[in-house]
């Protein structure tokens, strides 16, 4: 529940680390803004408070064209709140329903249509359908006020196969036209490059010291203020560089795609491999209760993500009993003997291509070696290959590695790694008899903050 007195406060003081976490809804003008809006202050009585975007879209305001609200940091207001619905969250943003039906996204999450609409209705305010749709148009709007894609490929990227119908919708949701949009961007000639926002505070130098330790040459590339990397998502192939800049709460995020329909899924798998969406100051607040020690906590520490699951693996494998730069170098080789090259880089190999090579040029044993092997080809016989407990069941893989896996490559928030030799260390200076499942949900914060100790 939103709290009125809070929201008039960060309102007033356009605080930045409110930003995304509530949006202000003008009587008198018909527009929803961001808190950070540098529009004219509107009177209290004039303001209505909500706690997403698509419940003021819902309620008939359109969105603010000075503080554009689709570019507003996450909202997790739904977290922690029902499982299946983050689930669904998830699945939505990364483009589910654009192919797929509500049936199947319900049979996909083992629950019934019915009751899908019902925990949507409960904790946002409308169907599933509908916020797919407003979440489709808000990443348009992101790509017409950012980039100079056409409209065709805005409209491809946003997960419309039909110009007219994203035009209607975009009208319909946004009470504008893409036209009206368009004309009043300023983008770069022939940029392709988006803002990404986050809510302060941010510790970029411990995420780009955490990066830089293990960094893969090929694949990755790291300076003092960005990171960039190759990928592919299902078809699409490409690279992006995250530039942080500290002053606007932003990373300025340049990327290479060679089909756009799978762009919001990169934008959204970026946002998560930064961590830009986390409500930090409420971790923090949660794990200094937990130590009991406020200054034991390092303000803005982010969890460092990797691409995906299954490349987390792989790298958790590689890693296994030696140190990070000896796994480092055996990544390295694994990429540059097995990564095929994209405009002059490298990819992550595939799980084909690992599957169908015996790995000689690793030295590494050869137990190793078949269990990178029996990975690949969990991926490529499952339907489900991230669940964890399917990854238990292969030789060489214990809990250690799922764990880490699903740390790092899904950026799951309660992960704790106690069986680590770092984190025990770190466990004991802090001298006080703590039990660790009390941190939850937030363990793998919890974990961070105690490497970041040693």
Same mark, same amino acid.
């Given at each position: 529940?939103?709290?009125?007195?809070?929201?008039?406060?960060?309102?007033?003081?356009?605080?930045?680390?409110?930003?995304?976490?509530?949006?202000?809804?003008?009587?008198?003008?018909?527009?929803?803004?961001?808190?950070?809006?540098?529009?004219?202050?509107?009177?209290?009585?004039?303001?209505?408070?909500?706690?997403?975007?698509?419940?003021?879209?819902?309620?008939?305001?359109?969105?603010?064209?000075?503080?554009?609200?689709?570019?507003?940091?996450?909202?997790?207001? #739904?977290?922690?709140?029902?499982?299946? +619905?983050?689930?669904?969250?998830?699945?939505?943003?990364?483009?589910?329903?654009?192919?797929?039906?509500?049936?199947?996204? /319900?049979?996909?999450?083992?629950?019934?249509?019915?009751? +899908?609409?019902?925990?949507?209705?409960?904790?946002?305010?409308?169907?599933?359908?509908?916020?797919?749709?407003?979440?489709?148009?808000?990443?348009?709007?992101?790509?017409?006020?950012?980039?100079?894609?056409?409209?065709?490929?805005?409209?491809?990227?946003?997960?419309?196969?039909?110009?007219?119908?994203?035009?209607?919708?975009?009208?319909?949701?946004?009470?504008?036209?893409?036209?009206?949009?368009?004309?009043?961007?300023?983008?770069?000639?022939?940029?392709?490059?988006?803002?990404?926002?986050?809510?302060?505070?941010?510790? #970029?130098?411990?995420?780009?010291?955490?990066?830089?330790?293990?960094?893969?040459?090929?694949?990755?590339?790291?300076?003092?203020?960005?990171?960039?990397?190759?990928?592919?998502?299902?078809?699409?192939?490409?690279?992006?560089?995250?530039?942080?800049?500290?002053?606007?709460?932003?990373?300025?995020?340049?990327?290479?795609?060679?089909?756009?329909?799978?762009?919001?899924?990169?934008?959204?798998?970026?946002?998560?491999?930064?961590?830009?969406?986390?409500?930090?100051?409420?971790?923090?607040?949660?794990?200094?209760?937990?130590?009991?020690?406020?200054?034991?906590?390092?303000?803005?520490?982010?969890?460092?993500?990797? #691409?995906?699951?299954?490349?987390?693996?792989?790298?958790?494998?590689?890693?296994?009993?030696?140190?990070? /730069?000896?796994?480092?170098?055996?990544?390295?080789?694994?990429?540059?003997?097995?990564?095929?090259?994209?405009?002059?880089?490298?990819?992550?190999?595939?799980?084909?291509?690992?599957?169908?090579?015996?790995?000689?040029?690793?030295?590494?044993?050869?137990?190793?070696?078949?269990?990178?092997?029996?990975?690949?080809?969990?991926?490529?016989?499952?339907?489900?290959?991230?669940?964890?407990?399917?990854?238990?069941?292969?030789?060489?893989?214990?809990?250690?590695?799922?764990?880490?896996?699903?740390?790092?490559?899904?950026?799951?928030?309660?992960?704790?790694?106690?069986?680590?030799?770092?984190?025990?260390?770190?466990?004991?200076?802090?001298?006080?008899?703590?039990?660790?499942?009390? /941190?939850?949900?937030?363990?793998?914060?919890?974990?961070?903050?105690? #490497?970041?100790?040693?």
């Amino acid at each position: 529940m939103l709290n009125p007195k809070i929201c008039q406060k960060a309102r007033l003081s356009r605080d930045s680390r409110f930003d995304g976490k509530f949006f202000t809804a003008v009587k008198t003008t018909g527009i929803y803004c961001r808190p950070i809006c540098p529009a004219t202050t509107p009177k209290e009585q004039n303001i209505i408070y909500y706690l997403t975007a698509i419940q003021a879209a819902n309620a008939g305001y359109r969105p603010c064209l000075r503080c554009r609200p689709d570019s507003a940091p996450g909202s997790a207001a #739904w977290k922690g709140v029902n499982a299946s +619905l983050d689930k669904a969250i998830g699945l939505i943003h990364e483009g589910y329903l654009q192919e797929n039906s509500l049936s199947h996204l /319900a049979d996909k999450l083992g629950i019934s249509d019915r009751y +899908l609409r019902e925990i949507f209705k409960q904790h946002l305010g409308v169907a599933p359908k509908v916020y797919a749709l407003y979440q489709q148009c808000l990443f348009a709007k992101q790509l017409l006020h950012q980039t100079e894609l056409s409209v065709v490929d805005i409209a491809l990227a946003s997960g419309f196969n039909s110009l007219r119908r994203f035009n209607d919708c975009f009208k319909s949701q946004l009470k504008m036209t893409p036209t009206q949009i368009r004309k009043l961007s300023k983008v770069k000639q022939g940029s392709l490059e988006l803002q990404l926002c986050f809510r302060p505070p941010y510790d #970029w130098l411990h995420m780009q010291a955490f990066l830089s330790k293990r960094v893969i040459a090929g694949l990755e590339w790291i300076s003092a203020q960005s990171y960039g990397r190759t990928f592919e998502w299902l078809e699409c192939r490409g690279n992006f560089t995250a530039a942080y800049i500290q002053q606007k709460n932003r990373f300025d995020v340049s990327i290479e795609v060679n089909d756009v329909r799978y762009l919001q899924a990169v934008i959204n798998n970026i946002r998560r491999l930064l961590d830009l969406d986390v409500d930090i100051q409420a971790v923090e607040l949660d794990l200094k209760k937990w130590t009991g020690k406020p200054s034991f906590i390092k303000s803005g520490l982010r969890l460092p993500g990797i #691409w995906n699951m299954y490349e987390a693996g792989i790298r958790a494998v590689l890693g296994q009993q030696i140190s990070v /730069a000896a796994a480092g170098n055996l990544v390295t080789t694994l990429v540059n003997q097995l990564g095929e090259v994209l405009d002059g880089k490298k990819l992550f190999p595939t799980p084909r291509a690992l599957a169908k090579s015996k790995l000689a040029f690793l030295k590494i044993p050869v137990s190793r070696k078949q269990t990178l092997i029996n990975l690949a080809r969990h991926y490529l016989n499952n339907k489900n290959p991230n669940d964890p407990e399917t990854w238990l069941t292969l030789k060489g893989i214990g809990p250690w590695t799922v764990s880490y896996a699903q740390m790092r490559g899904l950026s799951d928030p309660d992960i704790y790694l106690g069986a680590d030799l770092g984190i025990k260390k770190s466990m004991k200076n802090l001298k006080q008899n703590l039990n660790p499942e009390a /941190a939850s949900p937030w363990r793998s914060y919890l974990t961070f903050q105690l #490497w970041n100790k040693l």
